[in-house]
């Protein structure tokens, strides 16, 4: 029989406030964040996008990050 889920009224975040929390000091994509950050996307040829209204966006720095953690953890 599955156990039960009972409210636990001491817990204040069903997750870490903070995603650094999560991630260790040596992984990575902390590597690849720090890489991406020192890069000038602009210069390099990226182009800022518009999103649909009410749609909001995400940036061309973040899609590289996640596109170039991907790559190098072979997924």
């Given at each position: 029989?599955?156990?039960?889920?009972?409210?636990?009224?001491?817990?204040?975040?069903?997750?870490?406030?903070?995603?650094?929390?999560w991630?260790p000091?040596?992984?990575?994509?902390?590597?690849?964040?720090?890489?991406?950050?020192?890069?000038?996307?602009?210069?390099?040829?990226?182009?800022?996008?518009k999103?649909?209204?009410?749609?909001?966006?995400?940036?061309?720095?973040?899609?590289?990050?996640?596109?170039?953690?991907?790559?190098?953890?072979?997924?």
């Amino acid at each position: 029989m599955a156990r039960e889920i009972e409210a636990n009224y001491e817990q204040t975040f069903m997750l870490p406030p903070c995603l650094e929390d999560w991630v260790p000091a040596g992984h990575p994509a902390r590597f690849v964040r720090d890489f991406v950050d020192q890069l000038d996307l602009k210069a390099l040829g990226f182009k800022e996008r518009k999103g649909p209204a009410g749609a909001p966006r995400y940036s061309n720095g973040l899609l590289v990050k996640v596109w170039l953690y991907a790559l190098l953890s072979g997924l």
